[in-house]
């Protein structure tokens, strides 16, 4: 029964989709008002549906129902709960459904709660959000149908990859999927405004939560992919230039510029066009790498789900949304006006500058990631890594990274540089005395040396803003931005500090044998075969200590998985406020002279590598401070509204009080 | 001229949902072909694999007549299925050098003898050395060399029925 | 009970019959005694691409074949090679496919002459929209249609 309810829920929800696109199609007629209330009851119904669909999946992996093909296929009797639970979206079908439901149930959102943006605007708004979802459940319904019954229910089920049981499944692609179907909204959001031509500051105000929010989930989910890939993968690597790690960076560079053109729009009714062709392109980003992830036209280490006939329906599906929004925009772009003008020494002026540095940095990871596809076409395979993206995007992000420092400091409309010429001189002195200070300690490459310089400068930069500003009056949204850029300089140090000075040992040791690596002492005491729920595994004994201090005993594992078959290495990581000491066991290594047994040990002393993650909380957590700042801003406007009905002498002063837009 | 740049990006995304759709009716390349077809066999010693065979150095290429160099394991699954289409080839005549990857003696004898033996002589390549200077990427494949000890042609992957006769056409081509 | 144990276990036992036992090659995972080399041969293997794994460098693989390419790495550079010459050396065998770090050729030229195009557009789009210095212009010059 649990996967006929599932089923019957989500056609269901495509019929809902039908209806609201259909009665959004209505609300763009003289006539058609009548019609065009369906869309949001639609919307909403259809949220509660879809997220029935997924519950009734969840059920199954829970009780691990084999009857079902979706479970038997990825899961197993044997397997912890958790990881029952977080493999509903370790595959194909069931992470697509977790895709719908999400974009289902922020379309409920939507209808449910936008009052502010004219009908017109809401009727085509929802109706593209119908139109976008009905693509979805299509592709689910008629060809990834994850409730599909097995003939003869399987005896067990085959099992999860193991590299994927692991309590990163649980977050990272959820948060992810959160934050590509948030752009979504934001693309239906930009669609309706361009459809109704609509480009206000009054919309960019509607649609900046929503940027926020799925920029907040994306920051959030690729931190957690990359924490996860780093201590999973056993290696110490924290970003590979993987086409799908580069399919999750593109929609969040995009989702980062339109974040701070629908700033400018909802503040200054500047940047009008470059706003909608962001809030397209972002959805384009998150809609290309759906489809590289799932149709296996890459080579790429999460290949999963590779099937090209999936892959041409999406193909489709990224015709039909993507052709057809840049379509829209080549007709109509044209008659939305620029807005306001402004100098290039303003805040506008940095702001476009870094818009346009972010684009350039998309366009390098786009084209290195999609130049193998290209080659391939013509028989010829190269590969396309950490060599080429990171100077070529270091050419647009170092002068990004200046200008983010400095554009805050800057008035709106016009100023003049003269006026910092004190902060000026300051970051000045200190990206000098930075690369001074490490050119001195040892003979590093050139692009760690100027990260950790910039990250330094920009780390001071973020607080300048609030140089002569009264801190209790200061709006939450503008400390979410200096929290955020803070957190950028954080993450920007812990990235390159761990590509500067990391020290690494490799080395076969016997029980009782220690060896050494950047201060820490490394001794393996011994190694025993343990046993989880599924799998058998060597333990290493290991106690590590740092100079005088009292040793820390550890227990890295190499696992062997029996359903499916695979090793894995579990890492142990040692967290010290200055970075963390990495240990990973690995195959045994012959004898030692004594007839011993020796064990591959691998060891990585990495400094500050956890500021990587530190900042990206830090940015999601800025993000949250500016969500909550405007949505508080906004309720106090709508209750200073509802006031002034009753007191009208009193609206004045009340919305005097609530209304600038604050500046960030 | 503003209207005109907002086809831009219509004009890129057209051109990449055409090659990505190519792309997906093309059978994905999962090799990586070597590149030294048609360059001399790079100078070489292997020891012997188990007892009682030779082992294998460039020497043992030159002169003659084309032969067969095949790169296997008795620890590869595939190795066994192309084991039977060996055979067949050595009953045409032809002379097939085996290189054993990362094996054991033991192992390799056992194999020998579960599977038969089409080989002249097996070398030993414990750290993928003679996999590397030919351009091999795993177990098995299978090079054509010429008498003067040119490599002609690569086969990745196992010996299967309908390679046995475009491996005799390539050892005829290389005569 | 346990015969039907160890039938399972002979099962599963099959797929990992398809690894080989043998230790590693010695330079698979033993550092260089000189760190200025050892780091040298890192900074070359990070960019090295396994060709037995989806998209991982040989330096962060477990595959035998990466370690084996990690001896080689190691030795080549011991008996002083350049790391530019070892990586041709793969080049040669393998093409541009071995190599992360893709070279100008005639294959790869647009993976260059892009970027610097990139820069033209950049920077026209930045004259056009903050070239003019016209703070004065602030007038609606449009209103939405």
Known sequence: MIAEIGLAALWLSAALAVLQMVSGAFGLRADGAQMAAYARPAAVVQAFLAVLAFCMLLWAFAITDLSIKLVATNSHSMKPLIFKLAGTWGNHEGSMLLWVTVLAFSGGLIALLERRLPEKTMSATLGVQGFVALGFYAFLLLSSNPFERLPVPAVEGSGLNPLLQDIGLAFHPPTLYIGYVGISVAFSLAMGALITRQVTPDFAKVMRPWVLGAWVFLTLGITAGSYWAYYELGWGGWWFWDPVENASLMPWLAATALLHSVSVLAARDALRTWTIMLGVLAFSMSMLGTFLVRSGVLTSVHAFAVDPERGTFILGLLGLYIGGSLLIFALRAGSIAEGKRFTATSREGALVFNNVMLSAILAIVLLGTLYPLLTEAFDVRVSVGPPYFNPAGAIFAIPMLIVMAIGPLLRWKSDKPARIQLELSILAAIVIAVVALVAFLGDYSILPILGLALAVALGVAAFLPLRGRNLMRLPLATWGMVVAHFGIAVALFGMASESAFTSEKLAAMAPGDSTEVAGWNVELLGVEPVAGPNWTAMEGRIAVARGDEAPTIIGPQARNFWSPPQPTSESTLVTRLDGQLYVVIGDQAGFDENGAARWQVRVWWKPFVTFIWYGGLLVSLGGVMAIIGRLLADLRRRRAKTKGDERREDVAALSDEAMPEPAE | MNRALYIIPLALFLFFAGLAGYMLTQNKIQNVPSQMIEQPLPEFTLAPALEGMPGVSKSDFVGGKPRLLNIWASWCLPCIAEAPHLERLKEEGVEIIGVAVRDRPEAVQDFLARYGNPYTRIGSDDISSLMLEVGASGVPETYVIDAQGNIRYQHIGDVREETVDLLLEKLEEAQ | ?145
């Open chain 3, 1 to 145: 009970m346990r015969g039907l144990l160890l039938a399972f276990l002979a099962l599963i036992a099959v797929p990992l019959a398809a690894q080989d036992t043998m230790p590693p090659a010695p330079y698979a995972y033993t550092q260089l005694d000189d760190p200025a080399l050892e780091a040298q041969a890192v900074e070359l293997m990070e960019t090295l691409r396994c060709l037995k794994c989806q998209s991982q460098s040989i330096h962060d693989s477990d595959a035998p074949m990466a370690g084996d390419m990690r001896h080689q790495v190691r030795t080549r550079l011991l008996a002083g090679e350049s790391p530019e010459q070892i990586r041709s050396w793969l080049i040669q065998r393998y093409g541009d496919y071995v190599s992360y770090q893709p070279e100008v050729s005639s294959t790869t030229w647009p993976l260059f002459a892009i970027p610097l195009l990139l820069l033209l557009v950049v920077a026209a789009i930045l004259l056009r929209r903050l070239g003019k210095r016209r703070a004065e212009d602030d007038a609606e010059t449009g209103v939405d249609a």
